[in-house]
């Protein structure tokens, strides 16, 4: 329990027992004045009356407080709960609309596949084609330019083997 729920008890506790042990006091009739009149009446039992009409009073207050903070509490929750709902079409229809537009827009890059691929697929058939025969005399070429250079290392060695060989007539 909470120490002001603890306290309150206390003291409505004290005052019970106040008032059980002085009761021929609290029921013994008294002059009490209203301002206009005088009345002969227990002063102990108005005033136990008093404050057991307060204390009724505030429960009932307390009670209309958490009453209307428990339903502003619903309420809030069910705004809540139907904004998330709005919020889940909302992102629901978005994905929708995402998903419809990259189908349309696949089907057009389908179409464009379609339409141009027999016409693509022959140019870049004869673009090969060409890049081959390019490839294959460009290494022609260079086998060609190898072979005139060995052939050529061949005679300047042969003439070097020949000025030598006449230089030392008895070497061979």
């Known amino acids: 329990m909470k120490l002001r729920t603890v306290f309150l008890l206390l003291i409505l506790g004290a005052i019970a027992a106040f008032s059980a042990l002085n009761w021929n006091a609290f029921i013994a009739p008294t002059t009490l004045s209203l301002g206009l009149a005088e009345v002969e009446a227990p002063l102990g039992v108005i005033m136990l009356g008093v404050v057991g009409f307060l204390g ?17 509490s619903r309420r809030h929750a069910q705004e809540l709960q139907l904004n998330r709902e709005l919020a889940d079409k909302a ?4 994905f929708t609309e995402l998903r419809g537009f990259l ?9 464009r596949g379609a339409a141009g691929s027999a016409a693509t697929d022959a140019a ?3 673009r090969l084609d060409r890049l081959e025969r390019a490839l294959l005399q460009a290494v022609e070429q260079s086998g060609n330019g190898l072979a005139a250079c060995i052939g050529e290392l061949e005679d300047r060695l042969e003439r070097k ?10 070497a061979y």
């Open 56 to 72: 009724t009073f505030f429960l009932v207050f307390i009670v209309y407080v958490q009453a209307s903070a428990l339903f502003d």
């Open 124 to 126: 870049l058939l004869d």
């Open 103 to 111: 189908e349309r827009e696949l089907q057009k890059l389908a179409g």
């Open 91 to 94: 992102e629901a229809s978005r």
């Open 161 to 170: 083997d020949e000025l030598a060989a006449r230089r030392q007539p008895g």
